[in-house]
């Protein structure tokens, strides 16, 4: 796993973030508030798995494709909004690039995965944790970019 690549996605993410001038989002789907607050649970999760990783220990990677927007609001709650979520999310993304940077060869150890994303991915098993974070960045992260650049009120 490329942890400047990780570095960059997570960059450009957080540059659509800083932008700002989000409008509501169409009904049923999740508004910016909503994005960066799951953005900010995965990265903790991510986290965990790869301190796991780095010690040796075995852990189980769920994404949280479908936490439940109570959770997510919870957490817009518990961070104070859109300015608190962004400050989180910076934090988390530094953490984890920084833990990436010590993977070396870590990166080939398989991690139970199950994650989602759309109808474009789905993973139901062991995959090397490398390669989960390089979907991360090359998927995962682009993905929320995009929907955050939707949700972007015309001025």
């Known amino acids: 796993m490329d942890s400047a690549g990780l570095g960059r996605a997570y960059d450009e993410l957080l540059a659509e973030v800083a932008a700002g001038g989000f409008g509501p989002a169409p009904q049923g789907q999740l508004d910016a508030e909503q994005i960066v607050a799951h953005l900010v649970a995965n990265d903790e999760l991510m986290i965990e798995a790869t301190e796991a990783v780095l010690a040796g220990s075995p852990f189980a990677y769920y994404d949280l494709e479908t936490m439940h927007r109570p959770q997510v609001d919870a957490l817009v709650a518990e961070l104070g909004g859109l300015d608190g979520l962004d400050a989180r999310l910076r934090t988390t993304s530094r ?11 870590a990166a080939g150890t398989p991690v139970d995965t199950h994650l989602r994303e759309g109808y474009d991915l789905d993973v139901d098993g062991p995959l090397p944790w490398g390669r989960v974070l390089d979907l991360h960045a090359r998927v995962h992260l682009p993905k929320h970019q995009a929907q955050l650049s939707l949700l972007r009120v015309a001025e």
Request: positive net charge; glycine residues 10%.
């Open 95 to 105: 953490r984890l690039v920084a833990l990436v940077d010590r993977l070396g060869p």
